[in-house]
């Protein structure tokens, strides 16, 4: 069956540091690939996606490559900001739309 | 553009009790969305409607928990009796059609059941 997983939480960093979230995928076919974020008392957003192998979806500062040969789909930042403190989500679609999720991360980001 | 909208926000219910919550999708979004997302745990699909018709019900809980979207539009989704493992937040999501595979998300019903 199709399955995400996603690196552990929650995570704590320092404003400016460099951001990754490691996310591998487990699906049969050629699944997109989304990042979802969710603000505290918000709603998810979509932050970026990719649909086929080596698409790099990027948004607000944040960039995920898709890599077929690693089933992965790792997030990154460059200079992360207070305003970034979220859970982010990692997730797939196979051909039939149906949206797979993994299970989150807490990322703090302190002033 | 106006987002989905989702009511109530919270709710607190006592087992055994029934509850409802309501989604009114983008405008025009043919397709829509039910998920369940337990503390900790990313949203699991619950229910998908194509305008009024049914897609996929495989991960409801149909004993208890049912949906449903009459005229293609705004949707409802109710838990009758509600049980502990009820408590999360129940989100609702909205796509252009079946075929578009980005999803808006409203911002959730908290549920708890005490």
């Known amino acids: 069956g199709n399955s995400v997983t996603q690196m552990e939480g929650p995570v704590t960093l320092s404003e400016e540091a460099f951001l990754t979230i490691n996310c591998t995928y487990t699906a049969t076919g050629y699944p997109s690939l989304f990042w979802y974020v969710q603000y505290p008392g918000e709603g998810l957003q979509l932050l970026l996606k990719a649909t086929k192998a080596d698409d790099k979806g990027s948004n607000k500062g944040f960039e995920a490559t898709y890599r077929k040969e690693t089933t992965s789909f790792h997030l990154e930042k460059g200079s992360v900001q207070v305003s970034d403190s979220a859970v982010y989500f990692c997730?797939?679609?196979?051909?039939?739309?149906?949206?797979?999720f993994g299970a989150g991360t807490t990322v703090t980001v302190r002033a | 553009e106006a987002g989905v909208a989702q009511s109530p926000r919270y709710k607190i219910i006592e087992k055994r009790q029934s509850v409802a919550f309501w989604c009114n999708p983008i405008s025009g979004h043919a397709t829509l969305y039910w998920y369940q997302q337990i503390l900790g745990q990313g949203p699991k699909l619950l229910i998908q409607f194509q305008n009024n018709g049914v897609v996929d019900d495989s991960q409801l809980p149909k004993d208890r928990f049912s949906a449903e979207r009459l005229k293609g539009v705004d949707s409802t989704l109710k838990i009758q009796p509600a049980k502990l493992e009820d408590s999360a937040v129940y989100l609702c999501?909205?796509?252009?059609?079946?075929?578009?595979?980005?999803?808006?998300f409203g911002p959730g019903t908290r549920l708890t059941v005490l």
């Open positions: 999501a909205s796509s252009l059609g079946r075929d578009t595979d980005t999803q808006y």
């Open positions: 997730a797939l679609s196979p051909n039939d739309y149906k949206l797979s």
